[in-house]
């Protein structure tokens, strides 16, 4: 999607599916349950369409050097849509039990990383070398339903990513195709959320995971329109100038 005009015809068709999602959602909603589908169906479009048009987008690249197993850009904050967050949420209340067999406490190991890296600026969380709390045996195990920001980084130097880590260099060979479709998507669904009144703006994902993991009834709450994860938000951009973007957009002619 190299021409601006694609990037916004496919940011509006976007936004419509995630609307007819939402809109959708509020026939025979059943509370939590309801409340927790409607994130990962919202997540299950989300990332159709960014894997489909990567792909699309990718061809004659040359090839990603983003290994199984390698994690060295899993040091950098990740921030999260509330939708990404209850999603991840549910995965982990899922998947806790199977792990703690294996001795692996997902839930203690965000409660150690938000403890060191809470209120850090991005060069010094970087230096502080604390890893991704998801990441057990050095895979990520909940690479499936990872946020958009983590699908966004892939790198096409695995070498060039070690260099950073260590504070060596800061020019990684990031693939653009990823990083603008994470963008758009996930811009998409934010402004699809702001219409319908729901919370939109972005949460430091481990203090949100937190929140989520402490509240049972986190998806309801946010369904009903309460911003839950509220001391989580990053507001990297000004949110009302993100919102007078999504307007304008949305009013371009079709
Ligand atoms: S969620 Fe997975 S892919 Fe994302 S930063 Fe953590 S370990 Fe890495």
Redesign the pocket.
């Known amino acids: 999607m190299p021409a601006d005009l694609d990037s916004l015809r496919y940011f509006r068709q976007l936004h419509g599916r995630f609307a007819e999602i939402l809109r959708a959602s509020s026939t025979g909603f059943a509370g939590e349950a309801s409340a927790t589908g409607l994130s990962a169906a919202l997540l299950s479009t989300a990332c159709q369409s960014f894997d489909a048009n990567v792909a699309h987008q990718t061809e004659g690249q040359p090839p990603l050097d983003c290994g199984r197993g390698c994690?060295t850009c899993?040091t950098l904050r990740?921030t999260a849509t509330a939708p990404e967050v209850l999603w991840l949420a549910a995965f982990i209340r899922a998947i806790t039990p199977g792990l703690m067999q294996h001795g692996i406490d997902l839930r203690a190991q965000v409660e150690r990383a938000h403890a060191v890296t809470q209120g850090l600026g991005e060069r010094e969380r970087v230096a502080s070398r604390q890893r991704?709390p998801?990441?057990a045996r050095g895979v990520?195990v909940?690479?499936q339903v990872?946020?958009l920001a983590?699908r966004g980084l892939a790198s096409h130097d695995r070498r060039a990513c070690a260099r950073a880590a260590s504070g060596q260099a800061d020019d990684i060979p990031y693939s653009e195709p990823h990083m603008r479709m994470r963008g758009l998507v996930q811009n998409a669904m934010q402004s699809a959320l702001r219409d319908a009144g729901l919370s939109w703006l972005a949460y430091e994902l481990n203090a949100a995971l937190l929140i989520a993991l402490d509240a049972p009834d986190a998806a309801e709450r946010w369904w009903h329109g309460e911003d839950v994860f509220a001391a989580a938000q990053v507001c990297d951009v000004d949110p009302a100038e993100m919102a007078d973007t999504f307007d304008q957009i949305k009013a371009l002619p079709a």
């Open positions: 994690a899993c990740v991704c998801f990441i990520c909940v690479y990872r946020p983590c």
